[in-house]
């Protein structure tokens, strides 16, 4: 890994500090709600975490480069996210209101990054055929 992203998986455990700092000193009560807005909230980060690792594990370049999409849809699921469960845990919002926000932001990525990963194996398998 390179030293930019120890730096960034650093500042996405401050992230995760003050995201928890915000959701535990809230007055409100500790209820099934607010786990699940706090666990979509943390899921988020550790999905960026997990982007980053993989993206910056590559040695070749262009397997890198091939990378950024997949850091990008990480990205913008951790800030939707990651003011959806803000706006829950501070929020009397109720259950299903909850579930039909977090399911969709978290198919999204799901779904973004399979594709993703599959079109750049078979970007790579076909590079490495013309190659030779």
Do not use: H
Not at 45 to 66: N, P, Q
Request: contains cysteine; positive net charge; hydrophobic residues 55%.
């Amino acid at each position: 890994m390179t030293k930019k992203t120890v730096i960034r998986l650093i500042l996405l455990i401050i992230l995760l500090a003050l995201f928890s700092l915000l959701a535990f000193t809230n007055p409100m009560r500790v209820t099934k709600k607010f786990w699940l807005a706090y666990g979509c909230g943390v899921l988020a980060v550790l999905f960026m975490a997990w982007a980053l690792i993989v993206t910056a594990g590559k040695e070749d370049s262009r397997e890198r480069y091939y990378g950024f999409p997949t850091v990008r849809m990480a990205w913008y699921y951790l800030l939707l996210q990651g003011a959806a469960s803000v706006i829950e845990i501070t929020s009397d919002m109720g259950g299903w209101g909850m579930f039909a926000i977090n399911l969709p932001l978290l198919a999204f990525p799901v779904i973004g990054f399979i594709t993703t990963r599959t079109v750049q194996a078979e970007i790579a398998r076909k590079e490495k055929k013309t190659d030779k």
